[in-house]
């Protein structure tokens, strides 16, 4: 397969990798562009489009690196994995981040609901401000105890 072949179908390839799948690098740009600022997605498609644009004029208009004695090379395999593998490491941390907050409610499920205040052999359960002397006992309803006894500002585990 002949370089001018060979650049062309990488052109082919990359163009909807560059505006379709990477759409929402230049999406954020744009958002961020309006605001004076940047951020990630403007790194994401000012890079890309420099390979993208660098590397379509090389496929385009090779005597223009001719001219001036360079052998003209193409950056579409570059751009298309940077979109790629930014848009890969999105995904995962998505996942990640939904695994953790799953993790999160599963433990807050285990929190006593009610927290019982023994003092002086008696049980009190509606309480403001508890004192450090004070017993508190944590069950939760319907459970075994699960948060053991607490007092001076330490756990003791059982109960």
């Given amino acids: 397969m002949s370089k001018k072949t060979n650049f062309f179908l990488q052109f082919l390839f990359q163009t909807p990798v560059q505006f379709w799948i990477g759409w929402q690098f230049y999406k954020g740009?744009?958002?961020?562009?309006?605001?004076?600022?940047?951020?990630?997605?403007?790194?994401?498609?000012?890079?890309?489009?420099?390979?993208?644009?660098?590397?379509?004029?090389?496929?385009?208009?090779?005597?223009?690196?001719?001219?001036?004695?360079?052998?003209?090379e193409v950056y579409f395999d570059t751009a298309g994995a940077i979109i790629v593998i930014i848009l890969l490491g999105r995904l995962l941390e998505a996942?990640?981040?939904?695994?953790?907050?799953?993790?999160?409610?599963?433990?807050?499920?285990?929190?006593?609901?009610?927290?019982?205040?023994?003092?002086?052999?008696?049980?009190?359960?509606?309480?403001?401000?508890?004192?450090?002397?004070?017993?508190y006992c944590y069950r939760a309803s319907g459970r075994k105890n699960t948060g053991g006894w607490h007092s001076c500002g330490r756990l003791f585990l059982g109960g």
């Avoid at 740009?29 to 644009?53: R, S």
């Fill in 29 to 72: 740009a744009w958002a961020t562009l309006k605001h004076k600022t940047t951020d990630m997605n403007t790194l994401i498609a000012v890079g890309t489009t420099a390979a993208y644009g660098y590397s379509v004029l090389a496929t385009f208009f090779p005597s223009f690196f001719a001219g001036q004695g360079l052998a003209p």
């Fill in 95 to 135: 996942r990640a981040k939904g695994r953790t907050s799953e993790a999160i409610k599963k433990l807050l499920g285990l929190q006593p609901k009610t927290a019982i205040i023994i003092r002086e052999k008696q049980e009190f359960r509606n309480f403001g401000r508890g004192c450090p002397d004070w017993r």
